[in-house]
């Protein structure tokens, strides 16, 4: 909206008690929060006996307090409590991106990354140049996969920077990505010409790139433990 809130609505009687409530329903539902409770203020300036007032001011509070919950389970890596909390909130905000978002973002630590595709997807039609949720794509593609997605969660960072330049998350997990594919090319690479060593090294520097990545860690150390097998270091190997 291209004006401030809580102050009426242009377009709106100053006196439409209704029209006042409707506009703070929709706001709670986009998550527009502190804008909704400047519209209800309004409405009980001008109805001080409005009950819904009261009621809409307890779905803001509840939302509220599920978002702060959840913020703070995720910060302490709680992924499946702060999850819960996020969809408690959505519950009351269903047409809440910046919630929405972030309910990926634990549903991706929860390790649901099927889910997070699906949820990313149903915000892109909706908002196609979103960058956190193209971000957030990506991210899922890449922890999904043992390398076959790298390039393809390399191309949905590259669409979220064209959305936003400045999204930091979105460079820095594209340079990972970049440094972790080359480093695995070149082991592979090695590895074909009869470098043994050199793969090994290769191998060893890429596992170190992304340590909780289990799916790749398991095939760089497949890869390793062949290149060490051909060195016949076979206690290293196992």
Do not use: G
């Given at each position: 909206f291209p004006f401030s809130f809580p102050f009426p609505f242009p377009f709106l009687s100053p006196s439409s008690t209704q029209g006042y409530l409707r506009c703070a329903r929709c706001l709670i539902a986009m998550g527009q929060l502190t804008p909704a409770k400047g519209?209800?203020?309004?409405?009980?300036?001008l109805d001080p006996s409005n009950g819904d007032v009261a009621k809409e001011l307890a779905s803001v509070a509840s939302a509220?307090?599920?978002m702060e919950l959840g913020r703070g389970y995720?910060?302490?890596?709680?992924f499946r409590t702060a999850r819960i909390s996020f969809r408690r909130a959505l519950?009351?905000?269903?047409?809440?991106?910046?919630?929405?978002?972030?309910?990926?973002e634990v549903v991706i630590g929860c390790g649901d990354f099927g889910e997070a595709l699906n949820l990313t997807s149903a915000i892109l039609r909706r908002e196609a140049q979103s960058a956190r949720a193209m971000f957030l794509r990506g991210k899922a593609l890449y922890l999904s996969g043992s390398g076959d997605n790298i390039d393809k969660a390399i191309d949905h960072?590259?669409?979220?920077?064209?959305?936003?330049?400045?999204?930091?998350?979105a460079m820095k997990m594209a340079k990972k990505l970049r440094r972790l594919a080359n480093l695995?090319?070149?082991g592979n690479e090695a590895f074909k010409m009869g470098k043994?060593?050199?793969?090994?090294?290769?191998?060893t520097e890429a596992l170190a790139v992304d340590p909780s990545h289990k799916l790749m860690c398991s095939t760089l150390c497949c890869n390793r433990a062949a290149a060490l097998t051909?060195?016949?270091?076979?206690?290293e190997a196992i």
């Open positions: 519209q209800l203020a309004h409405v009980k300036r509220e307090r599920e995720f910060a302490n890596e709680d519950l009351l905000c269903p047409q809440a991106i910046d919630i929405q978002l972030l309910q990926i960072f590259k669409q979220a920077l064209q959305f936003d330049p400045d999204l930091s998350d695995k090319k070149e043994m060593q050199e793969a090994r090294e290769k191998y051909k060195l016949k270091l076979l206690s």
